[in-house]
């Protein structure tokens, strides 16, 4: 027997062995392996918070509590100084 006439035979059983295979455990299809990511027309959509939820707004600090607080350093300061 000439070898590509052995393979083709070879090849003709797998294909009728794949078959079997198919309708035995009752796929007609062979599945492909999925693609990366949320499949189309999925129903579990990501919500995303509001903004304002996310990250509170930033506080300012008027001229007058600036210097109320460095006032009451400056006095900190100064009795420790006494202290040393």
Known sequence: MEVSRILAEIDAQIA???QARQL???TDVVRKSPGR???KGSKNVVVKAA???AAPRKRK???EGR???A???KKRWAERRKQA
């Open 67 to 69: 210097k109320r607080i």
């Open 71 to 73: 006032d009451a350093m």
């Open 24 to 26: 035995l455990s009752g």
């Open 61 to 63: 600090l008027s001229p």
């Open 51 to 53: 903004p304002e939820a």
């Open 37 to 39: 990511g949320r499949p």
């Open 16 to 18: 009728k062995l794949q």
